[in-house]
Every structure is written in C-alpha cells, then in structure tokens.
C-alpha cells in the first residue's frame, strides 16, 4: 500500500520505518521540506536530527504533507494534536477525500506543565473534529493509546498479546486499518464503534501518562480481558 | 477486619457479601435504615428489593453511616459519586479520622442522558475531593476501573490475570488496601501514586463504558502488560 505518514515526530518516524520494512510504500511527510532538511540539532525529543534519521531508512522519501497526501492510498496523521489540523488542511481536503484518514494523534495540551491536559474531550474528541473538518476523508481514530515503539511492533511486548482499538464511521476503513495493524503485529483489535468513541481512547491519555510513571517505562500496552 | 460499606446498591452489596465471604467481619451501610429496610420493588438497577437481599445474606447486618463507620476499622466508599461527599459527611468526619477510607466510586453524571460525563476531572477527582473534605482518613482511590462483579471477585475472569491500581497519599493505608484486595483475587496491584493520580483511574471511565458497549458485557477488565 501506498502510506504517506505525516509528522516526522517520534511517533512518525517510528511508524514509516516500521511500515517500509513490512513492506509498504511509504512517504514521510512534513510542513516544509526545506527546513526539515536544514535541522542539525537534536529535535525536542532529543532525538537524532532528521537528515541523519533520514540517511539511515534510504527506503523512506520525504515529502511535503501536499504532494505526499495527493500520491497516498492511505494517509496517517502522526502530527503533533495541536498541528493536525492544520496540518492535514496542508495535506489539502481534495487529496483526502475518499481515503482512509488514520488519525493517531492526541489532544495534548502542554501549556500548563507536566502531566499535560486534553484540549478537548467528553463532549468531542481530536478525531471527530478530523473528521468533521475533513467530511470526505474515512477517519479511523487507532493507536493512541500506546507508545509509538508498541504502536510499530507490539510483538516485543508480550508477543503482540495486547489490545488496541479502532474507532470510526466506515466499516471499510476500519477493515483496511484492521489489516494494516495484523501487519504490524496486532492480535487484538476492538471495533469500539464510531467516531465518537474516540473520546473513549483519548481519555485514556490521563491513566496511560500516570501508568508510564508508575512502571518507569512506555514500553506497556493494555489487554482487554475478557 | 471489621469493614463497614456504604451504599446498599450492586457495588455495595457486591462487595460487602464478598468481604464476608472471604472472612471479614462486614457492615453494610445506608443513610436511613427504616426507609432501605422499607424497600418492596425492585433497585434502580433492577436487583432484587434489599431487605429480600439482606435475607440471602445472614452474614450482614445494615446500620447507618455513622454507626458503621464509628464501629469499623476500614471504610468503604460504594455510593453514587455524586451522592458519596454527603454520606461520607453523615458517616462523621470523626469516624473516619485515622482510618482507611476506600473509594471506589466515580464521578458519573447521568443527567445528560447515556453515556454519562463526568462531573469532575482533569484538574481534579473524586478521590481528591474525598481527600480534601476528610483530611485526617487515609483516601486510597481503588477498583473504580471494573464492574462490581470483577472487582469482588477477579478470579472468575482469567484467574485474576488482570490490573487493579490504586492511588493515595499515605503508604500504609495503601499496604493495607492491597493486602485485601490481595484477600479477593486480585493479582496485579499497580501503585500510581498519590491521590492526584485517582484523576488518571476516573478519566479512564469514558473507554470503560466503551469497551462495554463493544464487547456487549461489562465482565472484563485490562490487564497492564509490560
């Protein structure tokens, strides 16, 4: 498949590397190529700079959000919650109409310190606002609730027994998401519904950051028991 | 040990007849005992009218809230969130001083229609509220995250292979809380912190009612794997 991922962040990068190597076209996209290409420090997550990231997947282009979302079959958007929208408003609504729109984000506020806040929640959510933003795109809200080293391959955890959720209004896409993250190494996957239960997973946000504390890792994932 | 529960609905009953079953000395609680004993039809919930229940179960007896409380050595929180700050004040700050006070409740407000919002969070909990007005009990936020029937009893479901947390600000009170849930099944004990990490375990409820709604039953629980 043909997957542009947006946000060259931790969470993107991690998943068009992962993406690539089981076997996808994969484009990796930014705001501006130009100055993506210029950084030389680490990025704020202390990680390398993205032209040396770059240099080690040669399998992996980079693209600017429009040309990338335009060449897609499925786009992923791995922005920063506060930027996604307008990420994806660069991406263009004409080059996402009728895909699968894969949203991973989170409603993130940093603003007033460490543990962050939702910017919206119980009453919306960061994929419906997506959605409704972009009515032609097919958002699958997916992925969220787990670091994006579990995200990419959740078998070095436990042998990928652990849960992950899908959310959104089209059951085509959600099948099409349910295959990709199979591909990943997902063994479980909840269809919670449409995507108003993407409030569900993005309130989770609050637990996930306090667990993360507790066991002094982001290596965990959840299991639904039942 | 002598534990006194507050609320007489499926929480209450449910853990107060587990408790005993396990061998706890076990008062269940409600704010006036003529009007619960007066009770003919059927809960709000459905359940059985509570003095047919209290007949099923010889091993309890009911007083009020401030008997129960005075007479107990560890308190439990099983009423309606929003009703929980008014029954903990009739069980008497006195009574509660010293001791260890369970929460188990959640902030859940139905007043706009199902799923229910919650009525405080984010910037605040119910635990902490708790914590707030009866400064000298030692809150422990606890069980919050499953229904009654896997909280009382957790080995019906994987043999008790799944995550209970709890939250508070005082390590013995904590030590004490794990040791019994320890008493009913409970396995994985994860500590998150103090009483402000209960805002984590209450936030996670909006998922909650979604998984319930997926999986069409609310016997299931998540386990944290790591």
Redesign the interface.
């Known amino acids: 498949m043909r997957i542009a991922v947006l946000g060259t962040g931790p969470v993107g990068r991690t998943l068009a590397a992962r993406f690539a190597a089981v076997g996808h076209q994969v484009v990796i996209d930014t705001r501006d190529v130009a100055a993506t290409l210029a950084q030389t420090g680490p990025d704020a997550w202390g990680d390398s700079p993205f032209p040396v990231w770059l240099d080690e997947h040669p399998d992996l282009e980079l693209h600017d959000f429009t040309n990338a979302a335009a060449a897609a079959e499925l786009i992923v958007n791995a922005t920063n919650g506060a930027a996604s929208l307008s990420a994806l408003a660069q991406a263009g609504a004409g080059n996402l109409a009728g895909k699968v729109l894969v949203d991973v984000s989170n409603p993130l506020d940093f603003s007033g310190g460490m543990p962050p806040?939702?910017f919206t929640?119980?009453?919306d959510s960061l994929g419906e606002q997506i959605q409704r933003a972009f009515p032609a795109a097919k958002v699958v809200k997916t992925l969220n609730t787990m670091t994006a080293a579990v995200q990419a391959d959740p078998g070095q955890?436990?042998g990928g027994?652990?849960?992950v959720f899908v959310s959104g209004d089209d059951p085509g896409a959600k099948a099409v998401v349910t295959d990709l993250l199979t591909s990943l190494g997902h063994t479980d996957v909840?269809?919670?519904?449409d995507i108003t239960?993407a409030?569900?997973?993005e309130?989770?946000l609050?637990?996930?950051?306090?667990?993360w504390?507790?066991?002094g890792?982001p290596?965990?994932?959840?299991?639904?028991?039942?």
């Open positions: 806040t939702l929640k119980e009453t955890l436990a027994d652990h849960t909840i269809d919670l519904g239960t409030r569900g997973v309130m989770y609050p637990l996930w950051l306090r667990v504390g507790a066991l890792t290596i965990f994932n959840i299991k639904v028991v039942r």
